[in-house]
């Protein structure tokens, strides 16, 4: 990601689709429409969003008031808590491309995971400062704080939907059904992982007591 | 060569035992004094009180052994005894703070009844004039006798149409207040606390327990027959189990009766403070619900919710419920948050085996045990005094001396909560913001730490007011500026003098 910049001209071009990034969220059909059809976002910037988001979580947690984040610290699992980004991040792209190339869609799969990257921008975007405002409130008045993380919340979520209709080019019916269908398709992933792994425990497990059982008559 | 093969054998050998070894299951030794942090964790604590002495009917010299004793009662430095078993009541006295001695037995009064004895008498009243008002369970009556015993009057099941009228009034427990008006709990009886005028004359029920029910159960009792739902248990409040009049006039009740899914996720209050017009007006500002022990898991034999079987308030407002399930003293400061937890099942000196009562005699407690027929002692440790103090000195207003007694808590136990939140009060009533609100910090107490934020934000700003304003001046002016600039600078340039000079 970063050996292209060797370039200045890369470089131009990254803080160029990075920029892009703002110009998604304020007009959110027009850009997403771009990114990918006049090649306007590259996976570098969407490396970094992502990224920031991840940090932005991570340190939300340390930098956030304790009016607004308790943090048990002994239970905290920072990779545990990374996951909780990327394994849904994960699914929704697998599954997304998954169905979606079945039913038209034009996007691949690299162009999925860029849009949706895209999409997480207002999260760190207000994640930051208000995690900075936060320290600088009482109790009354952190309704400001609850209600401007859950509406950068609620900002990403949409431009995550409009961003795949935008490049699998779908109409906004369709793009509403396949969401819906994305969703269950992470909720099918999640069961046959679920399987998946709980029969390799099972299997593990039953070698485990092949072997004891062994040792225990040796 | 033959080395590595030997090497290699071990540690295949080493990894086999490992999958043998069982780890040893380290199972904490609970503590017998606690306390819940803001996490709900437990955290163990010095203890606040130690046993002083336990009485048993052969240290009290008692001629007939008691038996299931039920009502323990504190008036001033008398401490009453209800032997319900042997259907007296034994008047005990406090010559020094080590003993308790026998003053008299009362087994009859006089006066002009059919029966003049006790039927397994469960709790005793005294007024400010020396008048007992006795629960007579057996006998369905409650008594009122003078201080020479002289029978007065007595309070029968209340004259009230919706009371089923095969109903046996059974008064348990019963308190009454300055007006010598009555309140008692009677068996069966779930509608709130029977209350009496001074005269005699039965005046309502107040402090009815709210009616807790699932919306499940409601669905279903909505498709279920006739005949299903008369086996269904019914939505009834509870009963309450015990209650206190505390130095202020109001009525602490418990119960211990509830469904321990409603007792987990706080529906159903086990303790209330109920006001004359029979409203809870219980303080809930503690981290986690009053109920005793947070955790109802199975533990030596004993599951489920802590079972409140009586209570009492202390004259800082501190109120100690006691816990009939697990053995325990459970302590609450007047925001209801936990001030200590201890006490257990057992035989030793300190724990129960059926715990049934408790009053107090200034700080020292007293806990009555049915099943040991025995009074069991409690007096505050140094630790447990120190913690009395600070609350004391705070509500007297000596914030100083608070904090530091506080401080002195907290070195003691520096896990303990209500330490570091006392440090900040104190801090915030001196006006020290800024430290107040690293204790408050360090507790998770949001509400004192905005309080302590708000004041220091405000002092912070007029500080700084002259600094602030410069700033917002210069974010204003110095682009206001520059503006100019560049215009007068445009303009000088593209005047129309120089043009003509420099052609």
Same mark, same amino acid.
């Given at each position: ?13 990254? *803080? ?61 699992? *920072? ?112 069961? *046959? ?26 | ?7 290699? =054998?071990? @540690? ?50 008692? &001629? ?41 037995? !009362?087994? @009859? ?19 400010? +004039? ?43 427990? =019963? ?9 008692? !709990? ?10 009496? %005028? #001074? ?33 269904? $248990?019914?939505?009834?409040?509870? +009963? ?17 009766? $509830?469904?321990?899914? &409603? ?16 409203? &809870? ?12 022990? =947070? ?9 489920? #919710? ?8 202390? +004259? ?39 715990? #049934? ?12 045990? @049915? ?29 100083? %001396? ?47 730490? @905005? ?11 007029? %500080?700084? !007011? ?20 560049? #215009?007068?600078?445009? +303009?000088? &340039? ?10």
């Amino acid at each position: 990601m970063f050996a292209a910049f060797t370039k200045k001209e890369s470089i131009h071009k990254y *803080i160029d689709s990075l920029k892009f990034a703002l110009y998604c969220m304020s007009h959110p059909l027009d850009g997403f429409w771009d990114l990918t059809h006049e090649k306007r976002g590259t996976y570098a910037a969407a490396n970094t969003i992502l990224i920031l988001t991840l940090m932005v979580r991570i340190m939300r947690l340390r930098y956030t008031s304790f009016l607004f984040v308790q943090v048990y610290w002994e239970d905290l699992n *920072i990779f545990l808590y990374l996951a909780s980004i990327l394994f849904p991040l994960a699914l929704w792209v697998v599954g997304n491309w998954a169905l979606t190339t079945l039913f038209d869609g034009k996007g691949r799969l690299g162009q999925v995971y860029m849009a949706t990257c895209y999409g997480l921008a207002p999260y760190p975007l207000f994640g930051f400062p208000m995690m900075i405002f936060s320290n600088f409130v009482t109790v009354e008045e952190g309704a400001f704080y609850s209600v401007l993380s859950v509406f950068s919340l609620i900002y990403a979520a949409i431009l995550v939907v409009v961003a795949m209709g935008q490049i699998h080019e779908y109409s906004a019916s369709k793009n509403i059904l396949f969401t819906v269908a994305t969703l269950f398709a992470m909720l099918v992933m999640i069961f *046959i992982l679920m399987i998946f792994f709980s029969m390799i425990s099972q299997g593990v497990a039953y070698f485990i007591s092949l072997g004891k059982e062994m040792l225990f008559r040796m | 060569m033959k080395k590595r093969l030997v090497r290699i =054998l071990t @540690s295949i050998c080493a990894v086999g035992m490992a999958f043998l070894y069982v780890l040893p299951v380290s199972a904490k030794e609970s503590s017998y004094s606690y306390n819940y942090d803001y996490w709900g964790d437990v955290q163990d604590a010095p203890s606040s009180y130690a046993v002083c002495r336990v009485f048993t009917s052969s240290d009290l010299g008692l &001629d007939v052994n008691m038996k299931n004793p039920s009502g323990l009662t504190v008036v001033g430095d008398l401490v009453y005894i209800c032997d319900s078993g042997n259907n007296r009541i034994i008047e005990c006295k406090r010559p020094t703070p080590q003993t308790l001695e026998v003053n008299r037995i !009362i087994d @009859s009064f006089t006066g002009d009844v059919a029966v003049t004895t006790f039927n397994n008498p469960t709790d005793i009243a005294v007024s400010a +004039e020396g008048c007992f008002f006795i629960a007579d369970n057996g006998n369905a009556r409650v008594l009122k006798l003078d201080k020479d015993l002289n029978y007065l009057m007595e309070f029968t099941k209340p004259d009230d149409n919706t009371l089923n009228a095969d109903l046996v009034f059974q008064p348990t427990k =019963l308190t009454i207040d300055t007006a010598d008006r009555l309140y008692c !709990i009677a068996t069966g009886i779930n509608k709130g606390l029977v209350k009496y %005028e #001074a005269d005699g004359t039965f005046s309502g029920f107040v402090g009815a327990t709210k009616v807790t029910y699932d919306w499940t159960d409601y669905i279903w009792k909505k498709f279920a027959t006739q005949e299903q739902r008369a086996l269904m $248990a019914s939505f009834v409040p509870t +009963e309450y189990d015990n209650l206190y009049m505390d130095h202020e006039g109001f009525i602490y009740a418990c119960t211990g009766s $509830a469904e321990k899914d &409603d007792i987990r996720n706080g529906s159903a209050d086990v303790v209330r403070r109920i006001n004359l017009i029979g409203n &809870d007006i219980l303080v809930r500002n503690g981290d986690w619900y009053i109920i005793g022990d =947070l955790y109802m898991g199975n533990g030596g034999g004993y599951e489920g #919710a802590s079972y409140f079987t009586d209570i009492t308030c202390l +004259e800082n407002d501190i109120y100690i419920c006691l816990d009939r399930n697990r053995g325990r003293l459970f302590g609450y400061d007047d925001q209801g948050k936990m001030v200590f937890a201890f006490g257990g099942n057992g035989n030793m000196d300190g724990y129960f085996r059926r715990p #049934a009562a408790i009053d107090h005699m200034g700080y020292d407690l007293l806990v009555l045990d @049915s099943l040991d027929c025995a009074v069991t002692l409690f007096t505050p440790t140094e630790f447990g005094s120190l913690v009395y103090d600070a609350i004391d000195q705070f509500d007297d207003g000596k914030y100083e %001396e608070s904090g530091n007694t506080w401080r002195q808590v907290m070195n003691m136990d520096g896990n303990y909560d209500l330490a570091y939140i006392g440090i900040g009060r104190s801090l915030l009533r001196q006006e020290e913001y800024h430290e107040a609100m690293d204790y408050f910090e360090l507790k998770y107490d949001a509400d004192n730490w @905005s309080k302590a934020y708000k004041q220091y934000r405000k002092e912070w700003v007029e %500080e700084h !007011i002259v600094i602030i304003i410069i700033v917002l001046l210069a974010v204003v002016l110095i682009p206001l500026g520059i503006g100019k600039f560049k #215009a007068l600078k445009h +303009e000088i &340039d593209t005047a129309d003098i120089f043009t003509i000079n420099q052609k």
